[in-house]
């Protein structure tokens, strides 16, 4: 199993930016998929997941409104259109299942949000 995370960089408060996850090694499709994020200091935090087909999603408060998850099960492909970036937003993001039980993490992707 491998998740490989991409998209993430410098931005100023107020800018987007688009975050993908490919995934391989396992049935992709069949499972529910989330973004997460580690802030500096903090520890991993559920920011958005999605359901198996991609109907379903729950935000965290903090993004609801801003971020919208999605995903493309034929190309293995999970994103995150982050809208609105705020500094308190900065942090590596991660994609992996939506469950306790999850895969090995990738290396995530960094975003940094400048005031």
């Known amino acids: 199993v491998q998740f490989v995370e991409s998209g993430g960089g410098l931005v100023q408060a107020g800018g987007s930016l688009r975050l993908s996850c490919s995934a391989s090694?396992?049935?992709?499709?069949?499972?529910?998929m989330a973004w997460y994020r580690r802030a500096p200091g903090q520890e991993r935090k559920l920011v958005a997941s999605?359901?198996?087909?991609?109907?379903?999603?729950t935000y965290a408060d903090s993004v609801k409104g801003r971020f919208t998850i999605s995903r493309d099960n034929a190309k293995k492909m999970l994103y995150l259109q982050m809208n609105g970036l705020k500094p308190e937003d900065t942090a590596v993001y991660y994609c992996?299942?939506?469950?306790?039980?999850?895969?090995?993490w990738g290396q995530g992707t960094q975003v940094t949000v400048s005031a």
């Open positions: 999605i359901g198996s087909t991609g109907v379903s999603t």
């Open positions: 992996n299942r939506a469950s306790a039980v999850k895969y090995l």
């Open positions: 090694g396992f049935s992709f499709g069949t499972y529910d």
